[in-house]
Structure formats: C-alpha cells, structure tokens
C-alpha cells in the first residue's frame, strides 16, 4: 500500500490517504509520515475509526505519551485524554496555544481523533511558527534570537474554571505544584531539521522575561497577532474519524468554539518531546 500525500496550502497541512492507521504501520510508512509531518507540519487523514488503545498505538510509534494533569482520560488508556464538551470545559482550546509548553519538555505533537462532530462549526486552525518566524525582518529576529518567555499552566487552566469542586481543586492544586511557571525560548531551532519557529502562545505565554513589563506585552501583542496571519494557517473542517496529527515543536492551534449547544467529542495522544533550545 502506497501513501499518497496531498498538501492543502503553502505554508502548513497536507492530508495522507493510502494508509490505516488502525493497524500496525511499517517502518517504511512510520518514516514516511514523519517527513510528511516535518515538511507539512499538520497531516490529516480521512476516515480512521480507530479506538484509544489503536490511537495510542500509532502515537507511541513517534516517542513517549503524555498522561495530561486535567483533563478526563479514557480510564483503560489513560494516555489518551477525552474532549468532550458535554463533560469538560473546553474554552481554554478556543485560543491559538501549542500544547503543554508548561512543561519543562513540551509535545512533540499530538493524534487528535474526532468522534462526535456538530452538523457545522467546530472546525480546529493550525499556524505554522516557522513560517512566521521566517516573515519577521531581520532586525526583529535578532531581538527576538536572544529571548527567553515564561509559559505559565494557569494562563489556560484558571482556578476559577477548574477547581469548581473539591475533586478538581485538589486536582488543579497538584497539577499547579507540579508545573511551575516555565521559561522557554522565545525563538525555538527544530531538534531535527534545525529550521527556527516562533515559539510563544496566547494559551501559555505570560512575559518575555529579559524586558520591561510594558515592553514585553507590546512585543507578545505584535507576536499573537503576526503568528497567526491567515497565510501562515490552515483550517480544517472535521469529519467523523478524522484523525489530524501535527508537529508541536512549530505550530499552535485554535479549536472554534462556535457550535454551542451542538455536542463535540475528540480524543487526543500526546507526544512527549524536548527541551527547546
């Protein structure tokens, strides 16, 4: 069986089809993806009803999987967390974030799988950080080559939306002691194809630590907002079993949160990775 790769726009995403990912993969597909996956950023491929224990499967193929410290997990394959908005509050997605950078060594990347999508909406954005960083003048990169952020788990995750029961309080209270505030470099050099990605979120990223306050926040305002310029995303309509897996070392994400009050349910493998540098 041979991959087909279909690129969706210049800058990120492509879709894969010739492959079920619901079976075991070949080294040869395995090595495949992951080219498709350095080169497109985001791949996308249709009509893959796979189950956790399959999903997290594929996942392990590309490193370790992250057990999340919120969110609800499928109790038999905890590594494979559960976004349902009919149980969890799911706003903190509908915000361009790459994920857990509150982490010491953030995701490498993530298996998003869709199980139950609204009759329209809900549709997930991916920003491409190397495209963006490529589009900043000279004189900003050099600034910005120096930098360093902090990246703070409680910008996303608010006590006032996660601790509203015992269970969770004591919940977001350990998840809270066992990630700090972080920092991490604002300009990030991809461990395997060495190219240099904008690397802050509106999801995680609180300061830029070597400037003034002011300063700081006029820089992450400029850098929000230039990251995710329209020709530096791809928007993605959900189909029931679509599964999307994307490079978290140099993108971010926006999952629309306009379908309310239809139902949406994904599941997500998390991808353990390294320490930016």
């Given at each position: 069986m041979s991959l087909t790769i279909t690129p969706i726009s210049p800058a990120i995403g492509a879709v894969i089809s010739g492959i079920d990912i619901a079976q075991?993969?070949?080294?040869?597909?395995r090595d495949a993806i992951e080219q498709a996956l350095l080169k497109h950023h985001v791949i996308f491929f249709r009509d893959q009803p796979i189950t956790p224990q399959q999903q997290a499967r594929f996942a392990a193929q590309f490193?370790?999987?992250?057990?999340?410290?919120?969110?609800?997990?499928?109790?038999?394959?905890?590594?494979?967390?559960?976004?349902?908005?009919?149980?969890t509050d799911v706003r903190d997605?509908?915000?361009?974030?790459?994920?857990v950078t509150f982490?010491?060594?953030?995701?490498?990347?993530?298996?998003?799988?869709?199980?139950?999508?609204?009759?329209y909406g809900g549709d997930t954005l991916w920003a491409s950080g190397i495209a963006a960083y490529e589009a900043l003048s000279e004189p900003l990169k050099r600034l910005l080559d120096a930098l360093t952020a902090t990246h703070d788990f409680t910008k996303s995750?608010?006590?006032e939306r996660f601790g509203s029961t015992p269970q969770d309080l004591a919940r977001w209270e350990e998840a809270r002691r066992k990630n700090p505030p972080i920092s991490?470099?604002?300009?990030?050099?991809?461990?395997v194809s060495g190219r240099k990605s904008l690397f802050v979120s509106d999801g995680f990223t609180t300061r830029i630590n070597e400037l003034?306050?002011?300063?700081?926040?006029?820089?992450?305002?400029?850098?929000?907002?230039?990251?995710?310029?329209?020709?530096f995303?791809?928007?993605?309509?959900?189909?029931?079993?679509?599964?999307?897996?994307?490079?978290?070392?140099?993108?971010?994400?926006?999952?629309?949160?306009?379908?309310?009050?239809a139902r949406r349910v994904m599941q997500r493998a998390t991808i353990l990775g390294d320490a930016p540098f």
């Open positions: 075991p993969i070949t080294a040869e597909h490193g370790d999987l992250h057990i999340h410290p919120i969110y609800p997990n499928v109790p038999e394959q905890p590594e494979v967390l559960i976004l349902d908005t009919a149980v997605n509908a915000i361009w974030h790459t994920d982490l010491p060594t953030p995701a490498m990347g993530a298996v998003l799988s869709a199980k139950l999508i609204p009759p995750f608010p006590l991490h470099p604002v300009i990030r050099t991809h461990p003034e306050a002011a300063e700081s926040d006029a820089i992450l305002k400029l850098l929000f907002a230039h990251a995710t310029r329209p020709e995303f791809v928007r993605w309509r959900w189909q029931e079993n679509d599964v999307a897996f994307w490079d978290n070392r140099s993108t971010q994400h926006y999952a629309v949160d306009d379908y309310r009050p």
